[in-house]
């Protein structure tokens, strides 16, 4: 009986494997054109990231290319355990189950890392765990020869890092990142989230977005294309300029409170709407903070003002103020579309995951020369992933090649 929970578990687990395999048109593409070389032939590469299906194929496809790999989960709460068992099925080591304390995750990160007497030769950071723990407790062991970072947050922590024992590629500055993730996919994300799980109409609706970044300028587009009337708050005149060119209204937060049926916050900033603003805002008002981190709605502010009634166990409330208008906060004012929703599709990971692959192979051969430190993505990384994101659309760009 159990057996066959668990069988039936894992050919679903590798069903999603399959499908995420298929939308992930970058990655196809490198092992294709790849793969049958084996660039990474003996490398040995530890991997720390969300153990998901997704990166599940960034991991087969560096297998594919020839390393061998340890795999560490990013975060207590994101691991697939069926896709987890599949990919040790394969014999990759993966550390992580769903649930694990905070403790486990980092010593599961130690643990990859300490995976060879002569130490991993690569790393693909997530966060800057490992590159973080290579300086720290783990500075015994010996460095590898290259690393990538793909998270902003993960490369503030090593921009404020004394010295780096090691050239780090920043892959999350890359054109997919910027340019597909950012503005297209998360955006996305994070609008379809705010109006699944709110169940609300955004035609009509204003819908007020902190921030007008890269993923501000997506958000404020998309809310507008499903007839959203879109107000921008900005603290940065540049971006505020930009904002009123696409012809959307700029406000400070203090007057778009007051009007604002939909707030979303993707500023990277604490604070940004705050007891003030709740004091003023419509019965009904949704809000929803799409940044990394916990911190731009004052959720303890707003629980403080108000009764709370739980809506759903993935964070979504009713507040109700003293005067009786109730407002929604999503997600516990977590990272929304992460907390409250399916987050990014295959498609937007496969952009991220196959920066960071192209990162390894690009500087691989000149690794051992480079300087210790952060070094940009070459170029023909965001090149490579835009002639086969471009291919796997039906785009035939051969006719601007001739010309
Ligand atoms: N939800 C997701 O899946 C997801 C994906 C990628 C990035 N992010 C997060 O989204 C956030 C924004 O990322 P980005 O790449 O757009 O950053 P960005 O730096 O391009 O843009 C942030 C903008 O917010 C503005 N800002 C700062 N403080 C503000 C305030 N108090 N009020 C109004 N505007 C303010 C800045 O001037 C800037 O223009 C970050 O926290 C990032 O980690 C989330």
Redesign the pocket.
């Known amino acids: 009986m159990v057996e066959e929970a668990e069988s039936s578990r894992l050919s679903g687990a590798a069903v999603r494997l399959e499908l995420a395999g298929d939308r992930m048109a970058v990655l196809a593409a490198i092992r294709s054109d790849l793969g049958p070389d084996k660039p990474l032939g003996g490398q040995r590469i530890a991997l720390c990231g969300h153990v998901t299906a997704e990166t599940a194929v960034q991991v087969n496809t560096l297998v594919e290319l020839g390393a061998e790999l340890v795999w560490a989960a990013s975060s207590t709460s994101t691991t697939d355990d069926d896709i987890a068992e599949l990919v040790r099925r394969s014999g990759v080591v993966v550390h992580g189950r769903r649930g694990m304390s905070e403790e486990d995750l980092r010593l599961g990160a130690l643990a990859a890392l300490r995976a060879w007497p002569q130490g991993p030769t690569m790393v693909l950071d997530e966060g800057a765990v490992m590159i973080r723990a290579l300086h720290g407790e783990l500075a015994d062991v010996p460095a590898p020869v290259l690393a990538s970072e793909k998270?902003?947050?993960g490369l503030t922590v090593l921009e404020d890092l004394d010295k780096l024992r090691f050239p780090v590629v920043k892959s999350d500055e890359s054109f997919g990142?910027?340019a597909v993730?950012?503005p297209h996919?998360?955006a996305q994300?994070?609008v379809e989230t705010i109006a699944t799980v709110s169940g609300r109409m955004l035609a009509g609706k204003v819908f007020v977005v902190?921030?007008?970044?890269?993923?501000?300028?997506g958000v404020a587009a998309k809310a507008r294309g499903l007839g959203a009337r879109v107000i921008v708050?900005?603290?940065?005149a540049t971006?505020a300029l930009l904002a009123v060119l696409d012809g959307f209204e700029v406000l400070p937060?203090a007057k778009a409170a007051a009007v604002g049926d939909f707030f979303c916050?993707?500023?990277?900033?604490a604070?940004?709407i705050h007891r003030e603003h709740f004091a003023v805002m419509k019965s009904g008002a949704v809000l929803a903070n799409?940044?990394?981190?916990p911190v731009?709605l004052d959720v303890a502010a707003l629980y403080g003002m108000t009764k709370r009634q739980p809506l759903s166990p993935q964070g979504t409330e009713i507040l109700e103020l003293d005067d009786g208008r109730k407002l929604t906060l999503l997600g516990g004012g977590n990272?929304?579309?992460?907390a409250a929703g399916r987050?990014?599709a295959s498609e937007v990971m496969d952009v991220t995951f196959a920066s960071q692959v192209l990162a390894l192979l690009n500087v691989l051969p000149q690794a051992s020369a480079l300087a210790p430190g952060l070094h940009p993505l070459p170029p023909e990384c965001d090149e490579y992933v835009a002639r086969a994101l471009a291919s796997s659309l039906g785009i035939d760009l051969s006719a601007d090649e001739d010309s």
């Open positions: 998270t902003p947050d990142k910027h993730d950012n996919g998360t994300s994070l902190a921030g007008y970044g890269r993923v501000g300028t708050t900005e603290v940065d971006r937060m916050t993707v500023t990277g900033a604070g940004v799409g940044g990394h981190l731009e990272i929304v579309n992460l987050g990014n």
